[in-house]
């Protein structure tokens, strides 16, 4: 592990490839996670209330508004990085009750070297597999599972097949919530197999995302909130629309169609999700 001559980058190896932290040079105390030069996470050391990521500040918002203001949350958090979100429940909601499964030792104890998080008995880091550390749960033990993992920017088969999903389903509470990234271009195969396989168990869900995202114009980020009950439409709706990047919520019969015809995955025949296109990521320098 080093840092790189001239500027204050960290570069160091980790287990699943080459970890970078990049100052942000907009924000003091601020840094980009990239894992083999894709962003992985986005860190203000100052203000974990900060989201700069349009895809964590959908699920930011999600977390807001899946429950009362404030009120603390049974959180399971699927791929850490360098724990945006687990820093931002700590902040918005005090007293949450939160679990980190992240498959790298070695990207957890950079981060925990590099950009600490504030010590608190109720947030703990675990070096496991997603699927493994869901098998182990206790049955309605989160009120939300947030799902947020990549291998080589992609999602790893074995966390995209309805089996999967029923064990998400199972670890939340009856009114539980599960948010997922998903990681799609055109022509939207995996996103929309997605939401027909975790509508299987979780059948009321919305889709949050940019526009041209959602109609398969080009690669992006979508947020996939799903659970027994119908989600904050109206609320996701606004919030979406006065973004910093304004995106858009589609449910009810538009999800329907988005979905129609989409195979249901198994774990049988699962597949990594769709990899981005060749230089679609950069990061300021």
């Known amino acids: 592990m080093g840092r790189r001559r001239g500027d204050d980058r960290v570069v160091a190896p980790v287990d699943t490839g080459r970890a970078e932290l990049v100052p942000d040079p907009d924000r003091p105390r601020s840094w980009t996670l990239l894992l083999d030069g894709a962003p992985q996470s986005h860190v203000d050391l100052d203000d974990p209330t900060h989201l700069e990521f349009e895809y964590v500040r959908r699920l930011g918002a999600a977390l ?42 070695a990207l957890v104890e950079l981060v925990r070297r590099e950009l600490p998080w504030a010590a608190d008995p109720r947030l703990k880091v675990r070096i496991a597999d997603a699927r493994a ?29 309805v089996e999967y999903a029923a064990e998400v389903a199972r670890v939340l509470a009856p009114s539980g919530w599960y948010l997922a990234n998903l990681a799609d271009g055109p022509p939207l195969r995996h996103a929309r197999a997605q939401v027909a396989t975790v509508r299987q168990v979780l059948p009321h869900a919305c889709l949050v995302g940019d526009a041209a995202v959602l109609r398969g114009r080009r690669y992006g980020n979508l947020v996939l909130v799903a659970g027994r009950v119908s989600p904050p439409v109206p609320e996701l709706t606004r919030r979406a629309a006065g973004d910093w990047f304004p995106g858009r919520v589609v449910a009810g019969a538009e999800l329907d169609r988005f979905a129609g015809g989409a195979p249901v995955v198994h774990d049988a025949d699962a597949v990594d999700s769709t990899p981005p296109p060749p230089g679609i990521f950069s990061v300021r320098r």
């Open 64 to 105: 807001d508004l899946l429950a009362p203001a404030g009120a603390p949350l049974r959180v399971l958090h699927l791929g850490g990085g360098a724990l945006t979100l687990p820093r931002y429940v700590q902040a918005t909601r005090p007293g949450s009750t939160q679990r980190v499964s992240e498959v790298d030792g």
């Open 133 to 161: 550390t869901l098998a182990a749960t206790r049955d309605g033990a989160y009120d939300v599972v947030v799902a947020d993992v990549f291998a080589g920017a992609r999602t790893p088969a074995h966390l995209t097949s």
